[in-house]
């Protein structure tokens, strides 16, 4: 971020347009713009960066079957990025059936059908009658 007089600091209200902003939820009162990201980092396996923004404890760590998962927000131009422990993650509702990826044999598991031809080979190009 530049301070120079004259140069626009990014802000939530008033971004450069079509430039998003980034604010993380580890560090409180700053907003970066993309280029600047790297300064919301925290040091790698330090008790900041394995401590929940949600409930404020401290994961064990991954190895150990207790991380954070990041998450992150975008609302308009601005994108806020969190890490909480497994108790604090966010419950996400059932896809359901529409979300599900179908094969074209309905009625048989994927695999164990024929793919049919469909018409003869010149025929269904528009490339007229076999010679």
Known sequence: MDRRPGVD??????PAPAAPVVA???KPGL???????YL???????????????????CAGV?????IHPGMVQLGPLVYQYGVCGDCKPIT???????????AEQDRPRGTGRARPRGRRGR???KGPRR
């Open 9 to 14: 600091v990014p802000a939530p209200t008033r």
């Open 124 to 126: 269904g190009r528009g």
């Open 24 to 26: 993380a939820a580890w």
């Open 31 to 37: 907003i970066v713009c993309h280029a600047c990201t």
């Open 63 to 67: 190895e150990h079957g207790d991380g």
């Open 40 to 58: 919301t980092a925290l040091p790698r396996g330090s008790d900041r960066d394995r401590t929940c923004d949600a409930c404020g404890r401290v």
């Open 93 to 103: 509702a059932d896809p359901g059936p529409l979300s599900a990826t179908q094969t």
